[in-house]
């Protein structure tokens, strides 16, 4: 989670060739230089548009990507480009909303054995977002949840003192809708052929998204989608996440916390797939922004 606030000195629409924050933002994230170019293309419009429908009251703004798409450095890109416009900013991710290890496993024996590895709708406290995505545009304290995925649970995180005037709600299926009913007839991949044949796990997930979800989702006032260009790229990404995470568990010698080995992250990912895959399919049509992605995730905005 993050939280930005009050006015700056930066103005979005002549941002310079070298702005001071931004290379000590690409430094601080081991960001490559040319990331200033997508800061400058991407996020400056992005931001600018978020600005002009900021309201009394604070917006939700909803942000879509796949795994490893890089929602979470353009989140934070976004909340120091509007803090320069004076704007309150929180960040609220979908994956600090996961159940608890104990709640997915206890969800796992009642529903579905699949259910007890987070990822897809179903498997996070919906509860527990509308009331933050409410909370966090009122005045007062609010403490987020924070989910350790090297430890596979939540905990605490963050304070954010409000009212927020933007909210930016990021996840990997945020603001997806639910499949057609015939379209869960067929497996995506080995996973739902083998441990889903009867069909019962896909069509939980899409329930959740045709019900829970929907509530869930409803206060999204802007929606915009990291477009990676296939389903293809994303294990390369999650993998590559997934060694600077044991990179940096290593560094700090993070004990009994660790990450997933390659072969552990194209199993982990194929819960994604179905959904992933029908999001960069449906969505483009109706989000309000879509940032298109290329392998090496260069990013153009096409609207």
Known sequence: ????????ADNLACMRPSDPWLDEFLVRERLPAAYGRTVRSVAAPLAERIAAAARPGGIVVGLCGPQASGKSTLTAVLGRLL???????????????????????ELAARTH????????????????????????????????????KAADDRGEGEAFEGPADVVIFEGWCVGAAPQPAAALTRPVNDLERTRDADGAWRRFVNAQLEGPYRELFAPIDLLVLLQAPGFEVVLAWRQEQERKLRERLAREGAGGKRAMSDEEVAAFIAHYERLTRWILQEMPARADAVVALDAGRGARLRA
Request: cysteine-free.
């Open 113 to 148: 054995r699949l259910l007890a590895t987070r990822g897809v709708p179903g498997t996070h406290d919906v509860a527990l977002g509308l009331r933050l995505l409410a909370e966090l545009r009122r005045p007062g304290r609010t403490i987020l949840p924070r989910f350790d």
């Open 83 to 105: 803090a320069a416009r004076g704007l309150r900013t929180a960040a609220l991710s979908l994956d600090d909303l996961y159940l608890t290890r104990a709640e997915r496993a």
């Open 1 to 8: 989670m993050s939280q930005q606030g009050g006015a700056g």
